[in-house]
């Protein structure tokens, strides 16, 4: 039984009752193989439970038919100011070399 419950936890919830009625049969049995058993089955039981799976394999959540100049975070563009400052920085270096 402890094979059985090796799927995803969405499955086990439907047979809750029954896992839980086992485990309450079982958990304080003295014999070395059945607290075997029943330990494993209560390990898969949890860890069907607690794993996250992910719905997506990707780490963006735009969509990747965009063209690369919307999708990329830094934009390679030249705003007006920047360049005005740059302008002005040359020709004060132009002045003062006078």
Same mark, same amino acid.
């Given at each position: ?5 090796r !799927?995803?936890?969405q499955c ?8 839980? @009625?086992?485990l309450?049969?079982t ?8 607290? @075997?058993?029943?330990c494993m ?7 069907a439970?607690?794993?996250?799976? +992910?719905?997506?394999?990707?780490s963006? @959540?735009? *969509?990747? *038919? ?6 990329l ?8 100011h920047l360049?005005? !400052? !740059?302008?002005?920085?040359? +020709?004060n270096?132009?002045?003062? *070399?006078?």
């Amino acid at each position: 039984m402890c094979q059985v419950v090796r !799927c995803d936890g969405q499955c086990l919830l439907v047979y809750k009752t029954e896992i839980l @009625t086992v485990l309450k049969l079982t958990l304080h049995v003295v014999c070395k193989d059945v607290l @075997t058993l029943s330990c494993m089955l209560l390990k898969h039981v949890l860890k069907a439970l607690t794993l996250v799976y +992910a719905s997506e394999y990707r780490s963006c @959540t735009t *969509d990747w *038919d965009l063209p690369l100049s919307q999708v990329l975070p830094i934009r390679v563009s030249t705003p007006a100011h920047l360049v005005q !400052c !740059c302008l002005i920085s040359s +020709a004060n270096s132009t002045v003062g *070399d006078r």
